[in-house]
């Protein structure tokens, strides 16, 4: 399992620092409001790490699906903060203080502050993500025979 985590981890991440440097490339990474479409990266490759693991292991039990989910999200979030304080601090010095900027704080904060919320929007999203899709992936308790019972007493 731990090899799903890694494998969608480091695409989902892939795909995001694809998304920053395009949107720089237009010019348009200092606006923070783009940054909602992160949680459609992370969904899109959370989603396929969780029907990954539930093809690879079909009689898996919700708490591994929920895992591998959530697990590659986590690495994702990771391997992207990692990219972003590599960038924010070698590359671009100047995009941390315009976000900042942005956020019309009046005291003084820095680029770490910016890399903690990123993990804990990372995180957030990826628990969020991986307890939705969890809903479409769990096995169902109604068996046949329970259903049959049902339907028989509602027509009596």
């Known amino acids: 399992m731990l090899n799903i ?8 991440a892939f795909f995001l620092v694809a998304f920053f440097l395009t949107m720089k490339l237009f010019g348009l990474h200092q606006y923070p409001v783009f940054s909602i479409f992160n949680a459609v990266l992370f969904g899109g ?16 039990k919700y ?9 590659s999200g986590a690495v994702a979030t990771l391997v992207f903060t990692a990219f972003m304080a590599f960038y924010m601090y070698q590359i671009d010095s100047v995009f941390a203080a315009t976000i900042l900027d942005s956020w019309n704080v009046n005291y003084n904060t820095g680029v770490l502050t910016i890399l903690f919320s990123m993990v804990l929007m990372g995180l957030s ?12 992936f769990k096995r169902s308790w109604n068996t046949s025979k329970r259903v049959d019972l049902q339907s028989s007493t509602l027509n009596s």
């Open 125 to 136: 999203t990826s628990v969020v993500c991986a307890l939705t899709f969890m809903q479409r």
């Open 63 to 71: 708490q591994d699906l929920w895992q591998a989910g959530f697990m």
């Open 5 to 12: 985590h890694i494998r969608y981890g480091f695409t989902i």
């Open 45 to 60: 490759g959370i989603y396929r790490a969780t029907q990954h693991h539930r093809r690879t292991n079909p009689k898996s």
